[in-house]
C-alpha cells in the first residue's frame, strides 16, 4: 500500500516551482496512476482548507486526504553562534482538521511565508492537541539538527508519533536496519511528474489515520486485524514423516522462524510440492544451493593466490598485475558494483554508528569509539569493511587491492 505523506499541492515560496500547482482533476488523475491510498497536503507554511476539502472530495472513495503543513524550523545555536534551521512536517488526524485549519492560521498570522520560522516547543504548544504525526528531515536537506529532534522527542507523550524522513530508498532502508523509525515522502516538484516520485509503500492497508498510528506503535490487535483482512489460503505441511498439519499462507512475503533442525527446508518442500501438484507457477531456491559464481568467489578464501603459486617469479611486475588480475576478473567486477552501492549507503550507516556510540554510558569508551569513527574512519573505510564481513571475501592479491583504491 503507497502513502505519500510529503505531498504539495501549490506554489506557497518564492522559491518553489509553478509546477507545484495543481488542480482537482489533475491531482486525482496522478494519484491514480500512482497508486497511492493514503496522501498527506504539507504546503510550506500554509494550510489552504478550501483547497483540502476539495481535493478530499475529489478523491472520495480511492484515495485518504490528511491535512498538514511543512514548517520553517528555527532551532538551537551552533557553535559558531548561528541558528539551526531545518525542515518539519507536521500532519493531523483528519477528524480534527477544522482545529488544526484554527491552529495553523493563529500560528503563521500574518507573516510572510517566505521569512516564516518557529521553535519546536511552540508548534507543538500550538497543534499538539490535533493529534498530530511529526515527520523532520533527517538524511535530508534542509534537516532538523539531532538537538531539536530530540527536543520535539521529549514534547510528545508517545514518541511512535515521531518518524524521521529520509531522501532515498537506500538510506531509508539503512535506517530502517537499524531500527529507526523512517519514512519518505514524493516531495513533488512537477506535478506531470509525480508517479514517479518516491513513496513510503506499507505492507498492511490501513484505512484510518488512527489505524496508522496504531499501526506504528505496533499494536499486537491492529496488526492481527490487518493482517487477517489480507487474502490467504491454509495449506497442508509436513515438517517431518508423519507429522502433518496447515499453516496459514498469506499472499504476500511470509517468513518462516525456527532452529536448525526444526523442519523449516521441509515445509517449503512440502509448499513446493503443493504447487508442483496444482499446477501453480512457482520458483525455489535453497541457500546451501549455491550459484557458480557466488561458489567461485566462496573458494577464494581457501586458496591464496599469489605469484608464486601461479608460477608467475619469472614474469615482469605488469605482466604479473594483468595475469593475476584475470584470475580475479568477475570478483572485482562484482567487487567494483557492490562498492558503488556501499559508499552510498555508508554515510549513513556511519551516521548510525554515532548515534550508537552515544549511548554508551562508560565516557572513556564513549569518546574513543566517537574519535575512532569521526576521525579515523572515512566514508570509503566504512564501504571496504562493510563488503568484507557482508561476503566473507579476502583478497590476497595486489591487483584487487589496486581495483578497490581506484574506486575510493
Same mark, same amino acid.
Given at each position: 500500500?503507497?502513502?505519500?505523506?510529503?505531498?504539495?499541492?501549490?506554489?506557497?515560496?518564492?522559491?518553489?516551482?509553478?509546477?507545484?500547482?495543481?488542480?482537482?482533476?489533475?491531482?486525482?488523475?496522478?494519484?491514480?496512476?500512482?497508486?497511492?491510498?493514503?496522501?498527506?497536503?504539507?504546503?510550506?507554511?500554509?494550510?489552504?482548507?478550501?483547497?483540502?476539502?476539495?481535493?478530499?472530495?475529489?478523491?472520495?472513495?480511492?484515495?485518504?486526504?490528511?491535512?498538514?503543513?511543512?514548517?520553517?524550523?528555527?532551532?538551537?545555536?551552533?557553535?559558531?553562534?548561528?541558528?539551526?534551521?531545518?525542515?518539519?512536517?507536521?500532519?493531523?488526524?483528519?477528524?480534527?482538521?477544522? +482545529?488544526?485549519?484554527?491552529?495553523?492560521?493563529?500560528?503563521?498570522?500574518?507573516?510572510?511565508?517566505?521569512?516564516?520560522?518557529?521553535?519546536?516547543?511552540?508548534?507543538?504548544?500550538?497543534?499538539?492537541?490535533?493529534?498530530?504525526?511529526?515527520?523532520?528531515?533527517?538524511?535530508?536537506?534542509?534537516?532538523?539538527?539531532?538537538?531539536?529532534?530530540?527536543?520535539?522527542?521529549?514534547?510528545?507523550?508517545?514518541?511512535?508519533?515521531?518518524?524521521?524522513?529520509?531522501?532515498?530508498?537506500?538510506?531509508?532502508?539503512?535506517?530502517?536496519?537499524?531500527?529507526?523509525?523512517?519514512?519518505?515522502?514524493?516531495?513533488?516538484?512537477?506535478?506531470?511528474?509525480?508517479?514517479?516520485?518516491?513513496?513510503?509503500?506499507?505492507?498492511?492497508?490501513?484505512?484510518?489515520?488512527?489505524?496508522?498510528? +496504531?499501526?506504528?506503535?505496533?499494536?499486537?490487535?491492529?496488526?492481527?486485524?490487518?493482517?487477517?483482512?489480507?487474502?490467504?489460503?491454509?495449506?497442508?505441511?509436513?515438517?517431518?514423516?508423519?507429522?502433518?498439519?496447515?499453516?496459514?499462507?498469506?499472499?504476500?512475503?511470509?517468513?518462516?522462524?525456527?532452529?536448525?533442525?526444526?523442519?523449516?527446508?521441509?515445509?517449503?518442500?512440502?509448499?513446493?510440492?503443493?504447487?508442483?501438484?496444482?499446477?501453480?507457477?512457482?520458483?525455489?531456491?535453497?541457500?546451501?544451493?549455491?550459484?557458480?559464481?557466488?561458489?567461485?568467489?566462496?573458494?577464494?578464501?581457501?586458496?591464496?593466490?599469489?605469484?608464486?603459486?601461479?608460477?608467475?617469479?619469472?614474469?615482469?611486475?605488469?605482466?604479473?598485475?594483468?595475469?593475476?588480475?584475470?584470475?580475479?576478473? /568477475?570478483?572485482?567486477?562484482?567487487?567494483? /558494483?557492490?562498492?558503488?552501492?556501499?559508499?552510498?549507503?555508508?554515510?549513513?550507516?556511519?551516521?548510525?554508528?554515532?548515534?550508537?556510540?552515544?549511548?554508551?554510558? /562508560?565516557?572513556?569508551?564513549?569518546?574513543?569509539?566517537?574519535?575512532?569513527?569521526?576521525?579515523?574512519?572515512?566514508?570509503?573505510?566504512?564501504?571496504?569493511?562493510?563488503?568484507?564481513?557482508?561476503?566473507?571475501?579476502?583478497?590476497?592479491?595486489?591487483?584487487?587491492?589496486?581495483?578497490?583504491?581506484?574506486?575510493?
Amino acid at each position: 500500500m503507497r502513502i505519500d505523506l510529503h505531498c504539495h499541492t501549490k506554489k506557497v515560496k518564492t522559491g518553489d516551482a509553478y509546477t507545484r500547482n495543481v488542480t482537482k482533476d489533475k491531482f486525482f488523475q496522478k494519484i491514480i496512476e500512482a497508486e497511492v491510498k493514503i496522501v498527506a497536503i504539507t504546503n510550506h507554511n500554509q494550510f489552504d482548507y478550501e483547497q483540502y476539502k476539495e481535493l478530499k472530495n475529489a478523491t472520495e472513495g480511492y484515495c485518504d486526504i490528511w491535512p498538514g503543513i511543512e514548517l520553517d524550523i528555527i532551532g538551537k545555536v551552533d557553535q559558531k553562534g548561528n541558528y539551526k534551521r531545518g525542515h518539519l512536517i507536521v500532519i493531523a488526524n483528519p477528524k480534527n482538521v477544522e +482545529l488544526f485549519n484554527v491552529q495553523v492560521q493563529e500560528l503563521i498570522k500574518d507573516e510572510d511565508v517566505n521569512t516564516f520560522q518557529i521553535g519546536v516547543k511552540k508548534v507543538y504548544d500550538m497543534l499538539g492537541i490535533c493529534d498530530c504525526i511529526y515527520i523532520p528531515h533527517f538524511h535530508k536537506e534542509p534537516k532538523l539538527s539531532d538537538e531539536d529532534i530530540q527536543e520535539l522527542g521529549e514534547l510528545l507523550p508517545d514518541s511512535s508519533r515521531l518518524f524521521k524522513e529520509t531522501s532515498d530508498y537506500r538510506s531509508l532502508g539503512v535506517f530502517s536496519n537499524f531500527d529507526y523509525s523512517v519514512i519518505i515522502g514524493s516531495d513533488v516538484q512537477d506535478w506531470d511528474k509525480y508517479e514517479n516520485s518516491k513513496f513510503a509503500d506499507i505492507r498492511l492497508p490501513v484505512q484510518t489515520f488512527e489505524q496508522f498510528c +496504531l499501526l506504528a506503535k505496533k499494536d499486537t490487535q491492529i496488526i492481527d486485524t490487518l493482517l487477517n483482512q489480507k487474502r490467504k489460503k491454509e495449506i497442508s505441511v509436513s515438517p517431518y514423516k508423519k507429522v502433518n498439519f496447515k499453516l496459514p499462507f498469506y499472499e504476500d512475503i511470509n517468513i518462516i522462524f525456527g532452529q536448525k533442525g526444526t523442519g523449516k527446508t521441509e515445509i517449503l518442500e512440502s509448499l513446493k510440492k503443493y504447487y508442483i501438484e496444482n499446477g501453480i507457477s512457482m520458483e525455489s531456491y535453497k541457500g546451501n544451493e549455491k550459484d557458480t559464481d557466488f561458489s567461485k568467489m566462496l573458494k577464494v578464501n581457501d586458496v591464496i593466490a599469489t605469484p608464486d603459486k601461479l608460477q608467475l617469479d619469472s614474469m615482469t611486475e605488469v605482466a604479473k598485475e594483468n595475469a593475476m588480475s584475470s584470475v580475479f576478473q /568477475n570478483e572485482i567486477t562484482d567487487l567494483k /558494483n557492490e562498492l558503488k552501492n556501499l559508499i552510498l549507503e555508508s554515510a549513513a550507516v556511519k551516521r548510525c554508528i554515532l548515534d550508537q556510540i552515544q549511548m554508551i554510558e /562508560n565516557d572513556e569508551c564513549r569518546d574513543i569509539l566517537t574519535k575512532r569513527y569521526i576521525d579515523i574512519k572515512t566514508v570509503s573505510q566504512i564501504a571496504r569493511e562493510m563488503f568484507m564481513s557482508r561476503q566473507g571475501v579476502h583478497y590476497h592479491l595486489a591487483a584487487g587491492e589496486k581495483a578497490i583504491s581506484s574506486l575510493i
